[in-house]
């Protein structure tokens, strides 16, 4: 068998590669991981079921009328629908029905056109198994307008019949 001798330069070599190899320095951590954020809670709702918020925001309070007319629009025989609805399950809770018309005609005319708007409405939430006990109406004609340019939009917005509570609602 043969021997193999290595010179003292050999070894050095060799032992330098392998002090070289092992003195390497340890490769750097993992990067920290990302902190995990918990998505946004859903928005809590603070409306208060039986509030008057609650009946403007989750059922509808307002309804409109055409130039010069009484007559509940068949666009907003659902809005009354849920108006009933949302009485029938509150049934401690009074409204008035506020009429209300557009600036043009005199202020006589317009109370007795808004008075006949709150009065269609009130009709139509009695027609749907509210008591009329519930139901007062009161008119304003022209006198609280939500718009006050003389645009047609304008008036569209004042002709309006608009549910308020009364009594009874939930704080």
Sequence with gaps: MKK??????????????????????????PPAPTPVVAPAPAPVSKIIPGSAEDLRV?????????????????????????????????????VTVEGNADERGTREYNIALGAKRANA??????????????????SYGKEKPICSESTESCWA????GVTVIASGANS
């Design 58 to 94: 989750n059922v509808g309070d307002t309804v409109h009328f055409d130039y010069n007319m009484y007559a509940v629009l068949d666009a907003d025989k659902a809005t009354l629908q849920r108006q009933a609805a949302w009485l029938a399950k509150f049934p401690a809770i009074k």
């Design 4 to 29: 193999f001798a290595i010179g003292p330069k050999l070894a050095a070599a060799v032992l330098a590669i392998f002090v070289v190899g092992c003195a390497k320095e340890p490769p750097p951590p």
């Design 157 to 160: 917005q004042n002709r309006r």
């Design 121 to 138: 409405v009130k009709e139509y939430l009695v027609s749907l198994g509210v008591s009329a006990a519930r139901v007062d109406t009161v």
